[in-house]
């Protein structure tokens, strides 16, 4: 079972509120020395005014870019959040610790720019803010660690921002995969249905057609097609169990022994292939439904006298050759609806199909299957 992918929300909610604790470290100290240590209500309000309005400013910023409600405006924000940062060791001292107040904005630089506008500002503030710390008064290595800080910064806001945003593309991906997973099963039922009822209602059809043709001739003959009528009915309903459940397999050996009975009842002329015992397991199923559609369009779409079958194996696949006679008695544009859905089958299990008029009077179907399942070479 895959792990759960939490919300995006929720991840930027946690982001978020990790990026508020890291800014409360930065700035709240100095607040509090302002609170606790100066009396002057001026100092106070600016102090608590710019670190307010940075705390808004930079987590509305953040919130917006996670969502990709980016907008040009954001720019402006943070330069809002750069000229106050940097204005307030100047206007309320260093010695308090405001100095921390410069490394804020650089955090946001590659959440809000581009990211080769980020690289050229973040380039510009890893030298222009120590030089202006220097300018402040801050010790050797406060500076230092303005030198540092910056960079580290602003690449932490941007792979922070990058995972975010790959989360959320990897949990979009599950969910499309998801979707896609349930349009292929519909379309996987729908052209199994329509191949084994098909198939197996126009047998039906024909075997009760013989049964009609003899109900005033011969009883014997009546009941036999009825019996058979009873056994087909049966394992329709058996096989549209096996494609509700998934599990139907398929065997060459038997669709060519029914496809034959089949065209024999109605008059047509086809003798079964020998078909190998060795043949590769996984070529069963796809060339067992080519048999199963193709008695199928012999009977419903053509007039056909003969039908001939070729199964031929060889060291790099196995191939089946289906030849009738009714291509002049088809409709012009007629070649059966499942066809198409056996050039997915046959295309699904890395082979080739063709199906069409050979220009002698014939129709021709052939399907060719690798004799290794796909993705496996050699040993």
């Not at 204005?87 to 650089?106: D, E, I, K, R």
């Not at 120590?130 to 660690?145: E, H, I, T, W």
């Not at 989360?167 to 979707?179: N, S």
């Not at 419903?300 to 199964?311: G, K, P, Y």
């Amino acid at each position: 079972m895959q792990p759960r992918i939490p919300r995006p929300t929720a991840i930027a909610a946690i982001i978020v509120g990790m990026t508020v604790l890291t800014l409360a470290g930065l700035l709240l100290p100095a607040l509090w020395y302002e609170i606790v240590n100066r009396r002057e209500t001026g100092h106070l309000l600016l102090a608590l005014t710019g670190v307010g309005t940075v705390f808004a400013l930079y987590t509305r910023l953040l919130w917006q870019n996670l969502m990709r409600r980016t907008a040009p405006v954001h720019r402006l924000g943070l330069a809002a959040i750069a000229l106050i940062c940097w204005a307030m060791p100047a206007l309320l001292g260093t010695g308090p610790g405001w100095g921390n107040a410069l490394l804020v904005p650089a955090g946001l630089i590659a959440v809000v720019l581009p990211v080769r506008q980020s690289v050229t500002v973040a380039a510009a503030a890893t030298v222009l803010t120590p030089v202006y710390g220097v300018l402040l008064g801050l010790p050797a290595l406060a500076v230092l660690y303005e030198a540092t800080g910056v960079p580290l910064g602003a690449f932490s806001g941007y792979v922070t921002v990058w995972l975010f945003h790959v989360v959320q593309e990897l949990r979009e991906a599950r969910a499309e995969l998801a979707r896609s997973a349930v349009r292929e099963e519909r379309l996987r039922f729908a052209r199994d249905l329509h191949d084994v009822l098909g198939h197996s209602l126009q047998a039906v059809a024909l075997r009760a057609e013989v049964a009609e043709r003899f109900v005033e001739r011969d009883d014997g003959r009546v009941r036999k097609e009825l019996t058979e009528i009873q056994a087909m009915a049966r394992d329709a309903v058996r096989d549209v169990r096996e494609v509700v459940r998934g599990y139907r397999a398929t065997s060459l050996r038997t669709e060519l022994d029914g496809m034959t009975a089949v065209l024999r009842a109605a008059g047509i002329r086809c003798e079964r292939p020998e078909v190998s015992p060795s043949l590769p397991a996984h070529v069963h199923e796809p060339l067992g439904w080519v048999a199963r559609e193709a008695a199928t369009n012999v009977l419903r779409h053509s007039s056909a006298t003969w039908c001939e079958i070729t199964v031929r194996a060889s060291r790099d696949r196995v191939e089946m050759e289906i030849v009738n006679d009714g291509a002049a008695r088809r409709a012009a544009g007629d070649a059966g609806s499942g066809l198409a859905g056996l050039a997915e089958r046959i295309t699904t299990a890395g082979g080739a199909f063709t199906a069409g008029p050979a220009g002698d009077g014939t129709f021709r179907v052939t399907a060719a299957v690798p004799a290794r399942p796909p993705g496996k070479g050699e040993a």
